[in-house]
């Protein structure tokens, strides 16, 4: 079972539109982060919200966390066409010390001129 | 900074013949990963190293894969005899330590025919 996921597969707006992207996790975190993937591309960070933060900003980006609900979103404003693409949450997992990352299915985004 | 660096891009195998992909992470950063990405199954973990050294590689179908790491500057993913749904998309990334953002290579699209 997917220890990360977006709840939804593709969400679509218009260029100058917010767009906001949900994830949902089943184990307990130190970290979640949120990573972009374009076409052709391998994925892009774009902000890591620790679990002590409610909040993080990045330009037009804003994550938030909610630990009691494990549960995070990422909101887009003023979005524009280049923001097309694949948006995952991904949570890190602790392998014998180590940590690798566990992705959601992503969310495509699809912005419209 | 050319980021992290795999070849080649896209390979086309034969049922049963062998496949190496090659990762070259960023200079200085301590810790590599291998994931593995299909429409299907998303972004799946496969391995990962730190300081050269093998720390977990619980992602990794035993029978068929191996990863090595032999110098700082490049990791290999290997696959024997390979098999159709062992095509994907198989992205390497590499951070400065074990909790900093990954950056990812563009991957290499494996194809087996």
């Known amino acids: 079972s997917q220890l990360a996921e977006e709840n939804s597969w593709a969400l679509s707006v218009h260029e100058g539109e917010s767009v906001t992207v949900n994830c949902s996790y089943k184990?307990?975190?130190?970290?979640l982060q949120w990573y972009r993937q374009k076409s052709g591309k391998g994925p892009a960070q774009l902000i890591l919200i620790r679990s002590n933060e409610r909040e993080k900003r990045n330009g037009r980006l804003r994550a938030t966390l909610d630990t009691s609900s494990q549960s995070s979103s990422l909101s887009i404003t003023a979005t524009r066409c280049e923001d097309t693409a694949v948006y995952f949450c991904a949570t890190d997992a602790v392998y014998q010390g180590g940590r690798a990352l566990i992705f959601g299915t992503g969310t495509t985004v699809s912005v419209s001129p | 900074n050319a980021g992290v660096i795999q070849t080649p891009r896209h390979k086309v195998t034969g049922k049963g013949q062998e496949a190496t992909l090659w990762c070259e992470p960023i200079?200085?950063?301590?810790?590599v990963f291998w994931y593995r990405q299909t429409i299907v199954q998303g972004l799946e973990f496969l391995t990962y190293?730190?300081?050269?050294?093998?720390?977990?590689d619980s992602g990794m179908p035993k029978e068929r894969f191996s990863a090595q790491m032999p110098n700082q500057s490049h990791s290999t993913l290997k696959i024997q005899s390979t098999q159709p749904q062992d095509s994907a998309v198989y992205l390497c990334?590499?951070?400065?330590?074990?909790?900093?953002?990954?950056?990812f290579g563009p991957g290499t699209r494996l194809t087996v025919l």
């Open positions: 990334a590499s951070s400065s330590d074990n909790y900093a953002e990954q950056f």
């Open positions: 184990t307990s975190i130190t970290a």
């Open positions: 200079s200085g950063h301590s810790a």
């Open positions: 190293f730190r300081n050269q050294a093998p720390i977990d």
